[in-house]
């Protein structure tokens, strides 16, 4: 059960009532994680725009997919993990492909090379050398693509942690985890 109250976007007010709406326009429905987070309008706000930006960015988003499981699958936040999945497969990613990104890993070597770094970042705080920036490059990434990945695993970090310390309520289809931390 959640920790906090799950504004419901009909009753909601304020600056959190337009977001709400927003996302409902988007989603068909405001999920859980939004309805959580809609307790602070700032945060909300914050998240949306970031979800928005994102996806007007440079990295596709079945890539953009498949680093959010893998990081999910990493934390432990079945609600990420689930979300993300269908997600992926919405964005043209094979069931198949959204497995093997749990586990960081992808048949694509641009994508393995995103995976890794993202997993590397998450694993190491941020902490990474010049090599791993060099091995991105090689990859075929450009520096504000590099900037953009770092982007997505702040992103997916903030969510998991709002739906694992909220223990927000699973609102898609279950994902069994593959190598959770």
């Known amino acids: 059960m959640t920790r906090?109250?799950?504004v419901d976007p009909i009753t909601a007010t304020g600056a959190a009532k337009p977001l709400l709406d927003e996302i409902k326009g988007a989603f068909g429905a405001a999920?859980?994680?939004?309805?959580?987070v809609a307790n602070s309008p700032a945060a909300l706000k914050s998240m949306w725009a970031a979800f928005g930006a994102l996806g007007a960015?440079?990295?596709?988003?079945k890539l953009g997919?498949?680093?959010?499981?893998?990081?999910?699958?990493?934390?432990?936040?079945?609600?990420?993990l689930?979300?993300?999945?269908?997600?992926?497969k919405k964005a043209g990613a094979s069931g198949q492909d959204m497995a093997d990104a749990q586990?960081?890993?992808s048949n694509d070597p641009k994508a393995a090379a995103a995976l890794a770094f993202a997993l590397k970042l998450v694993e190491h705080r941020g902490q990474v050398a010049d090599a791993d920036i060099e091995a991105m490059r090689a990859a075929g990434f450009d520096d504000g693509q590099i900037v953009?990945?770092?982007?997505?695993?702040?992103?997916?970090?903030f969510t998991n942690y709002v739906?694992?310390?909220l223990d927000v309520p699973l609102d898609f289809p279950t994902v069994k985890f593959r190598r959770a931390a």
């Open 82 to 88: 689930a979300a993300h999945t269908l997600l992926g």
């Open 57 to 61: 960015g440079t990295i596709d988003a």
């Open 4 to 6: 906090v109250n799950l």
């Open 163 to 165: 739906n694992i310390a």
């Open 103 to 105: 586990a960081g890993h």
């Open 65 to 80: 997919e498949k680093i959010a499981v893998a990081i999910a699958d990493r934390d432990a936040c079945s609600y990420c």
């Open 148 to 157: 953009e990945i770092i982007a997505h695993v702040a992103l997916n970090l």
């Open 31 to 36: 999920p859980n994680m939004f309805r959580a």
